[in-house]
């Protein structure tokens, strides 16, 4: 019995580092410890103890709020239910980004549209500062009767955009080809509601129908299982290859064949803009990471 000891402290020491790799690479749900409102104070609220998060735009404000601490590298996900009705006009956006003319980005954003219509989700990438990166695509069920999961995740290898767990977009890192990759800036967690029908909804054809406000998205459950961001010192502790750096991982530098078969089922049959086959656009130039493989 004696001689078991040593491999039972050691099991216990090794459960107790885990648990503090866990607890260093997540970041607690609760809205208000977590986030903070930059715009809009009087158009958004805290509820259910912290874990929900209502954003409102009516003609005097929209609302947003971001995270209070970035991050590079891991899983963020939020629970959206989107605005109902008649929504055409309005942009609920959810995404991580940096600061400044070289910034980069990584989008989700819900272009509202009329009743009946379905919501358009608009993604794209930015990186040093670049961007016009969008895919658009149709939605399997409808985002406003009930909380979806929407989950941005990156890693030094791709990043991938989910929603419900189903992967609808990869963008890979080519910096090797001279193809810039966001892997060198801390980004924050930001969500908002706004006011966009200069653009949203069929290019801009359809404003809000104001009788219809107060438009309202609701926020639930916002996890960050990420590595926090330090300064420059993160670049290399971020992508270092270790157990508490899980996102470096294999299994997460490519994805699996089920999940590719999801991939292809999302692409085939809801996808309506890919900007790598948008060649008039592009005035025939197609950008280089669209000749490499995309996943």
């Given at each position: ?11 216990l020491?090794a459960?107790?580092i ?42 005097t ?7 209070k ?25 959810y ?93 924050r ?107």
């Amino acid at each position: 019995m004696q001689s078991k000891m040593p491999s039972l402290k050691a099991l216990l020491l090794a459960l107790f580092i885990i648990a503090v790799v866990v607890d260093q690479s997540f970041v607690e749900a609760n809205f208000p410890k977590s986030m903070y409102i930059n715009w809009g104070a009087h158009h958004s609220s805290f509820a259910g103890n912290g874990e929900d998060l209502q954003l409102v735009l009516d003609q005097t404000s929209g609302s947003a709020v971001k995270s209070k601490r970035s991050f590079l590298f891991g899983s963020i996900e939020m629970l959206i239910k989107l605005v109902p009705g008649n929504s055409a006009g309005t942009v609920t956006a959810y995404y991580v980004t940096s600061t400044g003319d070289k910034h980069d980005e990584i989008d989700f954003e819900f272009l509202g549209n009329v009743s009946g219509q379905p919501y358009i989700v608009h993604t794209n990438i930015y990186t040093q500062g670049n961007g016009s990166r969008e895919q658009q695509f149709y939605l399997w069920f409808d985002p406003t009767a009930d909380f979806h999961n929407y989950t941005i995740h990156w890693n030094p290898t791709e990043v991938v955009w989910y929603i419900d767990n189903l992967p609808i977009r990869v963008f890979r890192n080519y910096e090797k080809d001279g193809i810039a990759f966001p892997n060198k800036q801390g980004m924050r967690v930001h969500a908002s509601l706004w006011n966009a029908d200069n653009w949203a909804t069929r290019g801009g054809l359809v404003k809000i129908d104001w009788n219809s406000s107060p438009f309202i998205a609701r926020f639930r459950r916002f996890r960050a299982r990420a590595c926090k961001w330090d300064g420059p010192v993160s670049i290399n502790q971020c992508a270092t290859k270790s157990p508490a750096n899980w996102w470096t991982s294999p299994s997460f530098s490519q994805l699996s064949s089920s999940q590719m078969g999801q991939l292809n089922w999302v692409r085939q049959n809801f996808m309506i803009y890919d900007y790598c086959k948008d060649t008039k656009r592009l005035n025939g130039q197609i950008p280089p990471e669209c000749l490499k493989q995309q996943f």
